[in-house]
C-alpha cells in the first residue's frame, strides 16, 4: 500500500490565541502526505489572518472562509473539499504529538481498517489526565452486523459499555467516503455530534483499529458547553436522545442497546445539568429500568428509592404503570396500590425494584404461588454509575 494521503480538517471560531499551536502541531508531522483544511468559522478576532499566514507559507493548507454556521457545518464544509483518501478532525484550540499521524498511517498500512482511533490528553491548566479506549489494541472486525459487534466489543466491555471506544472525531482516522456518509446523515445536532457520526460511521465501516496510546492533547477550558450556563442544553440533550434513539431504532438494534442509550443519557444529565444550572435535581437517577416497551402494561413491585427511579422512567416511556409495595398502606402516595389490586390488572411483566436478593427472593416465591409466570418477572438492577 502507497502512502496514503491524509486530510485534517480544522474548524476555527476565535481561538488566535491558541492556533499557531494548534497548525504547527499538524504541520510538523513526520508523516508529511497531508492535506491541512483550516475552515474559519466567521471569527471576529485575527483567526482568519492567521489562516491566510499559514496558507502562504505552506502549500498543503487550504482554507475556507464562511460566515458563522458552527463547528459540524465547518467540519463538513471541510470533509466536502478534502481530497485525501482518509480524514481527520483536529479542534483549534488543541494539539497533537509529532508522530500521531505515521503511527496511525502505519496502522492503516497494516490492517487497512476504515477506522483507526487513539488515546487522548486532558490538558487542564494545573494536570494532565490520559484516556485511552476501553477495549483492547486491536483490529475489530464489525462486519455486515453492527448490532452485534455493538453488543460483543462494547457493551462486553461493563465498565465504559457504548463509550469502550470514545466518540471524540478528533482522536480517530476515517476512510473520506465513512465520515462523508455519515456527516451528510447528521443533521440538527448540534450537542454530542461527535457521537451521532461516530455511530453512523460504525455501521458503514468494516472494521476498526484501536492504538491505545495518547497522541492528542485536548484543552480543557472554561468557554466549552460543559463549563458555562446553557439554558437550552436540556433541550440539546433531548434532541441529542431522539437521533440515537431513532437511529438505533432504523439499525433495528436490540433493547439491550437501548438500554446503555439511556444509561449513558441520563448519567449525561445528571454530570451536566447541576454544573449549568446550579441545581443536584434535575434529574437525579441512579436506578436504570431494566425493561421498555412503549405501550406495554406492567406491575412495578418496590415503592422505595429504586421504584421511584423506575417509576419516573416507565412513565417517560410510554407504558401503563400499576404501581405496588408490601407495605402500600404505610406509603403516602396515591399512585401505590395492593399487591393483590395489582394482580389482577392486565400486564405484560412484573418488574421487582427491590435490591436485596433475600427479598427478592420471597417476593418471587410469593408471586408464583399467586399464579404469576417466572417469565414475566423481571429483576434486573443497574445503577448508572458502577
Not at 488515546?119 to 476501553?134: A, M, Q
Not at 425494584?353 to 410469593?366: D, L, S
Amino acid at each position: 500500500m502507497c502512502d496514503e494521503k491524509i486530510s485534517i480538517v480544522i474548524p476555527i471560531y476565535n481561538t488566535e490565541q491558541y492556533l499557531d499551536k494548534c497548525v504547527d502541531s499538524v504541520l510538523n508531522q513526520t508523516y508529511k502526505n497531508l492535506e491541512v483544511i483550516l475552515v474559519d468559522d466567521g471569527s471576529t478576532d485575527d483567526s482568519g489572518k492567521i489562516c491566510d499566514y499559514y496558507a502562504a507559507k505552506d502549500e498543503r493548507v487550504v482554507i475556507i472562509h464562511q460566515r458563522n454556521q458552527g463547528n459540524n457545518v465547518a467540519r463538513k464544509n471541510g470533509v466536502k473539499i478534502a481530497n485525501g483518501d482518509y480524514v481527520g478532525f483536529v479542534d483549534s484550540d488543541d494539539w497533537i504529538e509529532p508522530d500521531m499521524y505515521q503511527c496511525m498511517v502505519d496502522n492503516i498500512k497494516k490492517n487497512n481498517a476504515d477506522i483507526v482511533s487513539v488515546g487522548f490528553y486532558l490538558e487542564y491548566s494545573n494536570k494532565t489526565e490520559i484516556y485511552n479506549d476501553e477495549i483492547d489494541s486491536n483490529l475489530y472486525k464489525i462486519g455486515k452486523d453492527t448490532n452485534k459487534f455493538i453488543e460483543s466489543v462494547l457493551l462486553g466491555n461493563t465498565k465504559s459499555r457504548l463509550y469502550s471506544i470514545q466518540w471524540n472525531l478528533v482522536t480517530k482516522l476515517f476512510k473520506r467516503n465513512v465520515i462523508s456518509v455519515s456527516q451528510e446523515k447528521v443533521n440538527g445536532v448540534f450537542y454530542g455530534e461527535d457521537m451521532a457520526v461516530t455511530f453512523e460511521s460504525y455501521y458503514l465501516a468494516e472494521s476498526i483499529s484501536v492504538i491505545n496510546k495518547p497522541y492528542y492533547h485536548y484543552r480543557q477550558c472554561n468557554h466549552s458547553i460543559t463549563h458555562k450556563k446553557d439554558v437550552m442544553l436540556l433541550s440539546k440533550l433531548n434532541e441529542m436522545y431522539a437521533y440515537m434513539k431513532k437511529l438505533f431504532e432504523s439499525k433495528n438494534a436490540g433493547c439491550l442497546i437501548q438500554q446503555e442509550l439511556d444509561r449513558y443519557f441520563i448519567r449525561t444529565i445528571n454530570d451536566v445539568m447541576p454544573k449549568v444550572t446550579g441545581s443536584e435535581e434535575i434529574y437525579n437517577i441512579k436506578y436504570l429500568l431494566p425493561y421498555k416497551d412503549k405501550g406495554k402494561k406492567i406491575v412495578l413491585y418496590g415503592a422505595g428509592r429504586i421504584g421511584k427511579d423506575f417509576y419516573k422512567q416507565v412513565i417517560n416511556a410510554g407504558m401503563t404503570c400499576y404501581w405496588t409495595d408490601s407495605n402500600w398502606k404505610k406509603i403516602d402516595n396515591s399512585c401505590i396500590i395492593s399487591v393483590e389490586e395489582a394482580l389482577k390488572k392486565e400486564f405484560d411483566k412484573i418488574v421487582i425494584a427491590i435490591k436485596n436478593e433475600e427479598i427478592v427472593q420471597n417476593v418471587c416465591n410469593e408471586l408464583k404461588n399467586k399464579g404469576v409466570p417466572e417469565s414475566k418477572i423481571i429483576w434486573d438492577i443497574q445503577t448508572i454509575y458502577d
